[in-house]
């Protein structure tokens, strides 16, 4: 009996740790991967995107250059719920909403001024050493710009 009970218990560990993995694939640390990413000429890049566990919600640190080759630096922590939470240090937003899709799938929307600036749609790879992340947003402009940038997992 006492075998039984140590061989479920083993097997409900392992089931939630797979559980738990699926559902955090996102975390970690990403490197932008520029000769695998497309790019609007001038686009602002993040080349560091960090993942990491906050209590029960995820922040999300971005480090990069913008166009003009200055370093930036944002910082969001929420949930992937669907509801806006502020985000620090994005000229281009105040507040990021990321929705769960399926456990490698993500959209992104940032808004200022109470507008959508850009929205995306981020899709880690099976494998999980990889994510694309696919954006859309507008330029002064108006103009529609499309980014896709492709990060290995660090």
Same mark, same amino acid.
């Given at each position: 009996m006492?075998?039984r009970?140590?061989?479920? #218990?083993?097997?409900?560990?392992l089931?939630? #740790? #797979?559980?738990?993995? *699926?559902?955090?694939?996102?975390i970690? @640390?990403? %490197?932008?991967?520029?000769a695998k990413?497309?790019?609007?000429? =001038? *686009?602002?890049?993040?080349?560091?995107v960090? &993942?990491?566990?906050?209590?029960?919600?995820?922040?999300?640190?971005?480090?990069?250059v913008d166009?003009?080759?200055?370093?930036?630096h944002?910082?969001?922590? =929420?949930?992937?719920d669907?509801?806006?939470?502020?985000v620090?240090?994005?000229?281009?937003?105040?507040?990021?909403? &990321?929705?769960?899709?399926?456990?490698?799938t993500?959209?992104? %929307?940032?808004?200022?001024?109470?507008?959508i600036?850009?929205?995306?749609?981020?899709?880690? #790879?099976a494998?999980?050493? @990889?994510?694309t992340?696919? %954006?859309?947003?507008?330029?002064?402009?108006?103009?529609?710009?499309t980014? %896709? *940038?492709v990060?290995?997992?660090?």
């Open positions: 006492k075998i009970v140590i061989l479920l #218990a083993v097997v409900w560990v089931a939630g #740790a #797979a559980v738990c993995s *699926a559902q955090d694939s996102q970690g @640390t990403w %490197t932008l991967n520029e990413s497309h790019l609007a000429k =001038g *686009a602002p890049k993040n080349t560091t960090v &993942y990491e566990m906050a209590g029960d919600q995820t922040k999300v640190t971005v480090d990069g166009a003009a080759g200055n370093p930036t944002s910082e969001w922590t =929420g949930k992937f669907g509801k806006p939470y502020p620090t240090g994005d000229p281009l937003a105040e507040t990021r909403t &990321y929705r769960r899709i399926n456990s490698r993500l959209t992104l %929307t940032h808004k200022k001024d109470g507008k600036s850009l929205t995306g749609r981020i899709v880690v #790879a494998n999980g050493k @990889t994510r992340v696919t %954006t859309t947003s507008r330029d002064a402009k108006g103009r529609r710009i980014n %896709t *940038a990060y290995d997992k660090g």
